[in-house]
C-alpha cells in the first residue's frame, strides 16, 4: 500500500525543477519551430512573387488576361506563349498545391488571390486548360494543372462579395 509522506526532500526538488525545465524547454522548442514554419511560408511567397514580378514576360501576360486582351487557339501551341502561360499557371500550381497540402492559409494566399482569380476566370485559360486536360486525360489519371483547377473555385467562393 501506498503511504503518503507529505515531506519535501531535496530529491523531489531536484526533480519538480527537472520538470519544469523540461517544460519550459519544450515551450521554448515549440515558439522557435512555429517562428521558423512562418519564416519559411514568408520566403516561399516572396520568392514567388518575385519571379513573377521580375519576369517582364510575366507581368505583360497577366495583364493580357486581366483586360481579356489574350485569346487562345491552337495556333498559340507551340509558341513562345503558350510557355509563358505555362509558366504562369505553374507559379499558380505552386501557390494551390501548397494551400491545398496545407502549408500556407487563407490569410497567406490574400496576397496572391486577386491575380489567381483573374486567371483562374478567364475564359481564354480555360480554354486552354481544357485542352491540356482532354489531351493527359486520355493517358493520366493526373490533370496537368490540377491543384490550380481545385483552389481556384475554393478562392473565388472565400473571396467573393457578400
Known sequence: MMVWNPEITMGNVILASLLLLTFVGLITNFVQMR?????????????????????PDLVELYYEIDYERFKFDESV??????????????IYEN??????MDNINKNDIKYFAYRFIRVYQNPEVKKYVALLNGW???????????AFQKVGPI???EFRRR
Open 155 to 157: 478562392l473565388e467562393r
Open 136 to 146: 493527359y486525360g486520355k493517358k493520366l489519371t493526373v490533370k496537368p494543372f490540377e
Open 95 to 100: 501557390i494551390a498545391r501548397m494551400y491545398v
Open 35 to 55: 517562428k521558423n514554419l512562418l519564416q519559411k511560408r514568408a520566403e516561399f511567397l516572396i520568392t514567388l512573387a518575385r519571379e513573377y514580378l521580375l519576369d
Open 77 to 90: 501551341l507551340q509558341t513562345d506563349q503558350e510557355k509563358k502561360l505555362d509558366k504562369l499557371l505553374y
